[in-house]
């Protein structure tokens, strides 16, 4: 567990993440990351859960629509 300290940025409230995080997320400056809240709190991570389920929707379709989409490709 790391314990982390809110800091002023500019006019707002910030998270410095230490080197050993951004390494673990795999992740960089300039990159973005999503506080999701789950039953046990908030998490951080680097993807984004609207586009998960956007995807996981089109694999529904593509799984349905194998063959249509097997034929469009030739």
Known sequence: MLKLKL????????????????S??????GDSVFLTEDKDGF?????????EKAMESARKVMKRRRNALHELAK
């Open 7 to 22: 800091t002023t940025i500019g006019s707002s409230v910030g998270v410095i993440l230490p080197k050993e995080a951004l």
């Open 24 to 29: 673990r997320l795999k992740v960089e400056k």
């Open 43 to 51: 998490r951080i991570t680097p993807f984004d859960p609207e586009f």
